[in-house]
């Protein structure tokens, strides 16, 4: 069984920084494309960083960039999203999500191809 486990999430003031972490059971990483995404209050979910690292290719979304920082650890099945310089429009529920066969441009630009996905974890950053 597939399961997705995300922790880390808070409260920050602007500027702060957090780091998200997702825990991964089922399946290994370096099969799969692993995804952050977001959903704020009243917006649809974004991918926010995506990464495959059978081709070494992680994309971010343009408004995360130069901010935020994914990487894993496959022989923990791990993923973690540092996240820098935060904003209050940041503010979301963050998801770690998993696919197959899908290329990292494609999660962020199209928003789909997961398959697998964590219960989420709330980030709040105040002004």
């Known amino acids: 069984e597939v399961q997705l486990v995300e922790s880390g999430g808070g409260l920050v003031q602007a500027g702060g920084s957090l780091r998200l972490s997702c825990s991964a059971s089922?399946?290994?990483?370096?099969?799969?494309?692993i995804s952050w995404f977001r959903q704020a209050p009243g917006k649809e979910r974004e991918g926010v960083a995506s990464m495959t690292n059978s081709i070494d290719t992680t994309e971010y979304a343009d408004s995360v960039k130069g901010r935020f920082a994914m990487s894993s650890d496959s022989a923990k099945n791990v993923m973690y999203l540092e996240m820098n310089s935060l904003k209050p429009e940041d503010t979301a529920v963050y998801y770690c999500?998993?696919?197959?066969?899908?290329?990292?441009?494609?999660?962020?630009?199209?928003?789909?191809?997961?398959?697998?996905w964590g219960e989420g974890t709330s980030v709040t950053v105040s002004s």
């Open positions: 089922g399946f290994t990483f370096d099969d799969y494309t």
């Open positions: 999500a998993a696919g197959r066969g899908v290329h990292p441009l494609v999660v962020i630009r199209m928003g789909y191809g997961m398959e697998y």
